[in-house]
């Protein structure tokens, strides 16, 4: 594609009123509603699936073994690191948030090194940059032309479209809300990455930072695919489970529960809470996360043995992150730290990347 080509797509933005947009704390919603937490127990989550609800209790996890049937032997993680850097603003008024980021994934893997100490080397990654906005308010040619552009610079764009049904209420008129979206499509793109990485060496027993539900395309309910959660926005507990979650001590979790699938969820998951930290006992939250297995893997290959929950369990707490400058160190485990500091040493230094934007576009 020859310079002029390039050059005129790249008036995109200035056709289109474009302003560069300094670092920003997130502004409130323009007409936010204040949604009513669910205190209620989800009614299909399966408490009684290893211990009976009334008598559930914390359960103590046993010694490590160093090598196990379906041990988590490759660990995945993903990055997305950007910001809204500029606004547009459309023939109907709406202002359009555009959101520069550099996304990716990585997967790192347990292998004996020359000394005999097993380490973790890195044997997949791949890396993009992004930019993010909501297309379907522009000509469909000029962003096209757009796209072509920056493809030849490297960078991808992402469109964003406007929610055609009624499953979402979006006022395209709010800048936060249009920023969430870019944002959202900015991470989807990002769990994309990681599917890919998962799905590179499917058949090897895996570890994944997040819930299973958003990368069970990428591999088969029958695999061995532990999925590492540690935001809790499900209540899936009843009120003897809660009482048995803060009661726990590190290392130490709870029963397992059955989790059936949901109209997105493609597969079932069993799934339990482990504390990794917070002995002194400051927070009654602090340290703990959710873990989650395939249910057709835990029934069908390992016959419902639990003695395998405790294994991965303990294998976490052992892992455990003891970065104390590590902001998530209480939830997190030194792999996934690995993996996450592997692909910062893959992306470009932030300002560098928006310096390099601006001056392509002429903003």
Known sequence: MGSNTINSGMEFLQRHGARRVREFAPQPQLLSEMQALDN????????DYEIAQGDWQPLDLPPCERVWEHQPQRFVDGKDVGRTIAWLQSRDGYPVPV??????????????????????????????RVVAFMTDLFPWDEVEEFAYALQDTGFRLLPVFVPG??????????????????????KDEMIRLEREAIANDGGTPSLVDGGLEVHSAAFDGSDAVVGLVKTHSRNYLSAEGWRAYYQLKP???????????????????????????????????????RVEIPEPFFKDALEKDFRYIGRVSRLICDYRCRDGGYSRAAISIHPIQRAEESLGALFTQS?????????????
């Open 351 to 363: 300002d560098t990347l928006i310096s390099r934007f601006y001056h392509l576009t002429g903003l």
């Open 251 to 289: 290392c130490q979790r709870t029963p397992a529960f059955r989790v059936p699938g949901r109209e997105r969820r493609a597969l079932d998951v069993v799934s339990w809470y482990v504390r990794l930290d917070g002995a002194r006992g400051e927070l009654p939250n602090y340290g703990v996360v």
């Open 165 to 186: 049904d009624n499953s979402t209420t979006l006022n395209l008129f709010d800048f936060e809300q249009m920023r969430h979206k870019a944002a959202d499509r900015s």
């Open 99 to 128: 959101r520069l980021a550099e996304i990716g994934a990585v997967s790192l893997r347990v292998m004996d090194g020359e000394t005999g100490q097993r380490e973790l080397r890195r044997e997949w990654s791949k890396v993009e």
């Open 40 to 47: 209620q127990q989800d009614e299909a989550v399966e408490l």
